[in-house]
């Protein structure tokens, strides 16, 4: 195959053909084909978008471009859940053994924070031993044994998507729906899982700004899983104010911990409880969503989900001891409040500028190679609907370097907006699910010769 006339012919606006698309990853893949000819073909998807068949082609091709996990002689069925990310978006650590505790296998391979957003990886290895990086013979041990494991990306799965990715981030084809969809599917679709349920937020503090784009990323998605014959169910959630207070690695270990002892903020525990809830009933271990939801408060409130984490914690190295006392967490050494300079409502939020304050303050990452602080973060006070007096606390700081902590209070302060009165966004915006896909058939032979759990 010519690649020139590839990459022209998407161009163009025309179509390239499965095998096409299966030599080109594999060249890329194998260092055969250069990044600039990835690059032109990438900008090419990004202005042409693709079409169904060169969508399943390309998110298949993906997948086999490494390791697919078959975890199909343990006998319970496997779900996972994917966020598109928020701020304190600490879902994963509550319902990972939420779900488990209730005898869904949940293999997890998450990310690490990614520009404002939180990552679980970065969360989970502030706790004092946690290791995230696992060999994968010891992830199915974990699976096998506790129904749940939480590793990071390890080099045999999707490399074609950790070069892509890194291409992309460098010749601005990131924003691209097929190119974003295909990305993130391949690797939960390697994770050897009979359901996916995917968190697609939508507002100032996610990646998608609308319910638009956000459906359609959603849709695309669920496209992905069909042709895979995996079941995939997308809740759109609004990320125009943070979730909980807590906002940093430690500080929202901790608030995970509140809620898996039964208490924590509300939208924290309700928003784990919707999407566990569409993993119970996507692999049938309960018949309705509202017996999932009993299942699930039971296992809540009686303990059994944080006796589940606490086996996780040791499992994975971690000091079991700093999560019984949680002020064995990692701290800061300085906690200063962070007051309102004049009085009225919050009606609205920066939520991006929130979350990009955390990453200034050393809780994420400016550049890929950067390390995160573990102890540093805030506790948001003011959330939408709050009525604020002059000097009442907007956010409990904790920091450990002077200059991150000016930098990131005035980003706190103007991310207020005032006024009269507040509409609070609802937490659940939208449902979608197979259904919500137009009649356009997928080819699911694209992915047949992929093994699944
Ligand atoms: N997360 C991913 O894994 N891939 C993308 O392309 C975007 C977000």
Not at 135 to 163: N, W
Not at 233 to 241: F, I, N, W
Not at 285 to 303: F, H, M, P, Q
């Amino acid at each position: 195959m010519f690649v020139p006339e590839l990459i022209q012919r998407k161009r163009d606006n025309g179509h390239l053909s499965h095998e096409e698309i299966a030599y080109l990853l594999a060249g890329y893949t194998d260092g055969s084909i250069p990044d600039y000819q990835m690059s032109a073909l990438l900008m090419a998807f990004f202005f042409r978008d693709m079409d169904d068949a060169e969508l399943t082609s390309w998110a298949g091709e993906m997948l086999r471009s490494g390791e697919v996990l078959d975890f199909s002689d343990i006998p319970a069925p496997k779900a996972d859940k994917h966020s598109t990310g928020g701020v304190g978006d600490k879902i994963s650590l509550i319902l990972a053994p939420l779900v488990a505790s209730t005898g869904v296998a949940v293999p997890m391979i998450s990310g690490r924070g990614l520009g404002h957003t939180g990552g679980t990886l970065d969360k989970l290895e502030s706790i004092p031993g946690f290791s995230t990086q696992q060999t994968l013979p010891r992830f199915r041990e974990l699976v096998a044994t506790l129904g749940c494991g939480l590793i990071g990306q390890t080099g045999s799965i999707c490399p074609a998507d950790k070069k892509l990715y890194a291409l992309r981030d460098v010749t601005s084809t990131v924003e691209c729906i097929p190119l974003i969809a295909s990305s993130i599917m391949s690797k939960k679709l390697a994770e050897g899982i009979n359901a996916l349920v995917l968190d697609v937020k939508v507002g100032d503090g996610a990646f998608m700004k609308t319910p638009e784009r956000a459906r359609l990323l959603a849709t695309t998605m669920i496209a992905i899983g069909k042709a895979a014959g995996v079941r995939v169910t997308a809740l759109l959630t609004q990320m125009d104010e943070p979730l909980g207070a807590a906002i940093g690695n430690s500080l929202e270990v901790i608030e995970s911990v509140e809620v898996l002892r039964g208490g924590g903020p509300a939208d924290i525990r309700e928003l784990t409880l919707l999407l566990s809830a569409e993993m119970l009933l996507s692999v049938g271990r309960t018949g309705s969503i509202e017996e999932a939801r009993e299942l699930l408060v039971k296992n809540l409130d009686s303990g059994a989900a944080y006796e589940k984490w606490c086996q996780l914690v040791t499992a994975h190295g971690g000091d079991v001891a700093a999560i019984h006392d949680l002020s064995r967490m990692p701290q800061a050494a300085h906690v200063t409040q962070i007051t309102a300079a004049r009085s009225g409502t919050v009606v609205g939020l920066a939520c991006e500028r929130i979350g990009r304050a955390a990453v200034v303050l050393g809780a994420g990452r400016a550049k890929a190679e950067d390390s995160v602080d573990p102890a540093v973060g805030f506790y948001w006070r003011a959330p939408i609907g709050a009525e604020l007096r002059e000097g009442d606390v907007i956010a409990e700081l904790h920091w450990n370097d002077e200059a991150r902590r000016d930098a990131c209070i005035p980003m706190l302060r103007t991310a207020i907006s005032y006024g009269e009165k507040a509409v609070k966004p609802p937490l659940l915006i939208d449902r979608l699910d197979e259904a919500a896909l137009t009649p356009a058939p997928i080819p699911a032979s694209r992915f047949q010769q992929v093994r699944r759990g």
